[in-house]
């Protein structure tokens, strides 16, 4: 008998689906909302009304129905597994999992006990986010943080990045959203003098990760990292 293929779903060779933020800022190379980041496809899915000033500052208040849904059809068109664009939808992961039954990973924040079993035990995370005022302990407990996590946002430290993101603009400032992120690096520096790692919150901030890993010369992970493993899980490397 010859090689048999069996249908049953609608797209194939995609097995990512990424729940998008209902935003029109600008999406760089880097950026889970650029299609040129992956180098796998990946499937979209907007997730219309869920701004980043929702999702971010009001705790994607009202929210829950409309990602599971828009989760349920990424998962009926093809998908494997399921995963956002913001690391405060960390709030949302248990719902997701039970409703769609395939793996979830809405958060970078979730690598955080992984990365504290990588680390000497004097060793700290620091915790880079894009609102230290709205990140919770209900998020961070969503996503296996500790509550005296050590946490710097870029909307206390910077101009640019924070602003241009929340407030949903059209127009960024490359340069000085980098000058943000290394800012905020620094005062994660001074807040602790035994950082060990660093952990990217937003997934926005992927883009100048290089850029904070050379700056500190400490470990950067990000949500990039992360879903390149989850790809991996989903659809492992053949070798023979």
């Known amino acids: 008998m010859g090689t048999i293929a069996l249908g049953g779903k609608s797209v194939y060779g995609a097995s990512v689906g990424i729940l998008m933020l209902d935003a029109r800022f600008p999406r760089i190379p880097g950026d889970m909302g ?103 302990g209900r998020h961070l407990e969503a996503a296996g943080v500790p509550a005296d996590a050590v946490i710097v946002g870029t909307d206390g430290t910077g101009t640019e990045f924070s602003r241009v993101i929340i407030g949903n603009e059209a127009r960024l400032d490359v340069d000085a959203a980098r000058a943000d992120l290394i800012a905020a690096a620094d005062e994660l520096g001074r807040r602790s003098a035994s950082l060990g790692a660093i952990l990217l919150e937003c997934t926005n901030m992927t883009p100048y990760a290089d850029d904070i890993a050379r700056h500190t010369g400490l470990p950067v992970f990000d949500m990039y990292g992360f879903i390149c493993w989850f790809q991996t899980g989903l659809r492992p490397r053949r070798f023979a």
């Open 34 to 136: 650029n299609a040129g980041t992956w180098p796998f496809p990946v499937h979209y899915k907007v997730v219309r009304n869920a701004t980043p000033d929702r999702v971010v500052r009001r705790q994607a208040e009202g929210l829950s129905g409309a990602f599971i849904d828009a989760a349920r059809e990424l998962v009926d068109t093809g998908c494997d597994g399921i995963t956002t664009n913001c690391g405060f939808l960390s709030l949302f992961q248990a719902e997701l999992a039970a409703a769609v039954r395939v793996p979830v990973a809405t958060s970078s924040l979730m690598q955080y006990p992984m990365i504290r079993s990588l680390l000497p035990l004097d060793r700290e995370i620091g915790i880079l986010t894009i609102s230290a005022q709205t990140l919770t």
